[in-house]
């Protein structure tokens, strides 16, 4: 709803400590899966795995594999499907993850779904207690395409916490361009450009859109209203999903 339900300090719940399980995010650049993905990983108290934040980061750094995805990045075009399943792999071996995770931004193909797939199983990840869920469970977030554009264009990020603001929508931080965290000046992002955005939601009807149907297919999909102006409420959705459809 208004700024002020948008800017509350991320409380730990009695949830902290579930076992969650996978849950993926699905949804287009703006869907709001980021936002999303930051409170439930405050709720549930699991990680919130982002290749494109993973990514950007090796951009930072300047390291081999973030000079091979720069220009990838910057172009709106997606990176290869052995580096982020790599990565991801790497990732979700960390101890941190073994009661549940939050993939945002990931798979985005169907080769990368079906990688998933075969990696979770063939790590036996689920004979780890996990309570009764068996597969992850996938979240999609739809919004319509002019939503989608007003927001891009908005986005802006703290480069020192990472937490997601929008000069477009109610998510505005309290002081225009600073963060209500820590005060760092606030960043666009590179590909946040119209040019950029327009082929990145290109990329994600042809290749990413499709997951819906194989997920579907599987029974594992739950579609939330992306678009409504009340975070809360998506949030809100997005944690019964989680709560509810743990024996999928
Ligand atoms: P958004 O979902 O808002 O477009 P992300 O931060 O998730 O942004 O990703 C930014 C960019 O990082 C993508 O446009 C793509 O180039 C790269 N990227 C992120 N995740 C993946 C992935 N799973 N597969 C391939 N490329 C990815």
């Known amino acids: 709803m208004g700024t002020e339900m948008t ?3 991320a409380v730990a719940s009695d ?22 993905a930051q ?12 290749t494109g934040d993973i990514l950007r980061d090796h ?24 580096v982020v399943c790599d990565m991801v ?12 995770f939050i993939l945002d931004g990931f798979p985005r193909t169907v080769k990368q779904a079906q990688w998933l797939d075969r990696h979770l199983a063939q790590k036996h990840y689920f004979e780890i207690d996990h ?21 891009l264009t ?7 916490c990472g937490r997601i603001y929008n000069a477009n929508t109610s998510q505005k931080p309290l002081v225009e361009g600073v963060c209500d965290l820590d005060g760092s000046a606030l960043v666009t992002r590179k590909d946040d450009r119209e040019e950029v955005i327009m082929e990145r939601l290109k990329n994600y009807e042809a290749q990413t859109l499709p ?18 102006a009340d975070v809360d409420a998506i949030t809100a959705e997005v944690r019964k999903a989680i709560e509810h459809g743990d024996c999928l």
């Open 15 to 36: 949830k902290t400590g579930v076992a969650v399980g996978p849950v993926i995010l699905l949804g287009a650049p703006g869907a709001g899966k980021g936002t999303q």
């Open 131 to 151: 309570g009764c869920r068996k597969q992850p469970i996938v979240i999609q977030l739809t919004v319509e395409y002019n939503d989608l554009l007003r927001r």
């Open 39 to 50: 409170r439930i990983t405050d709720y549930f108290g699991i990680p919130q795995i982002s």
């Open 154 to 160: 908005g986005r802006r990020t703290c480069p020192t």
């Open 211 to 228: 997951l819906a149907d194989y997920y579907g297919m599987k029974k594992r999909l739950v579609e939330i209203d992306g678009s409504v």
């Open 89 to 100: 792999a790497d990732r979700i071996a960390q101890p941190d993850c073994a009661i549940g």
């Open 59 to 82: 951009i930072r750094r300047g390291t081999e594999l973030g000079l091979q995805a720069r220009a990838q990045m910057e172009q709106g075009q997606l990176v290869g499907d052995q």
């Open 7 to 9: 800017q509350k300090p």
